[in-house]
């Protein structure tokens, strides 16, 4: 059973930084896909970036787009997005998910596991 636990969000001033974890087990993660989305209060769930574990391939939201890095140690398991320069804009609550496949899109339904989600609060 795949389990995806977060950790690392709090609250952090504008132009600041932040590293979330994303720790993944129950699973031979080589094939998957790993990706953080984050949700405001009153919107929809939005994909921040991806990374196919073991190619390294990575996209991002353009919003985020030189901003964030996503990179993972595969020794450890875990994902982490580098969050730098943020923006009151970054507040939300950010989720780590898991996809089997290699190509994927930017869609919630394409992904199949979730972590539980984490808080970051970025002020002015």
């Known amino acids: 059973q795949v389990q995806l636990v977060e950790s690392g969000g709090g609250s952090v001033q504008a132009g600041g930084s932040l590293r979330l974890s994303c720790a993944a087990s129950?699973?031979?993660?080589?094939?998957?896909?790993m990706a953080w989305f984050r949700q405001a209060p009153g919107k929809e769930r939005e994909f921040v970036a991806r990374?196919?574990?073991?190619?390294?391939?990575?996209y991002y939201a353009d919003s985020v787009k030189g901003r964030f890095t996503i990179s993972t140690d595969n020794a450890k398991n875990t994902v982490y997005p580098q969050m730098n320069s943020m923006k009151p804009e970054d507040t939300a609550v950010y989720y780590c998910?898991?996809?089997?496949?290699?190509?994927?899109?930017?869609?919630?339904?394409?992904?199949?596991?979730w972590g539980q989600g984490t808080q970051v609060t970025v002020s002015s």
């Open positions: 129950g699973r031979t993660f080589s094939s998957y896909t």
């Open positions: 998910a898991a996809s089997k496949f290699r190509t994927v899109g930017t869609a919630t339904s394409a992904y199949d596991y």
């Open positions: 990374i196919t574990w073991g190619a390294g391939s990575t």
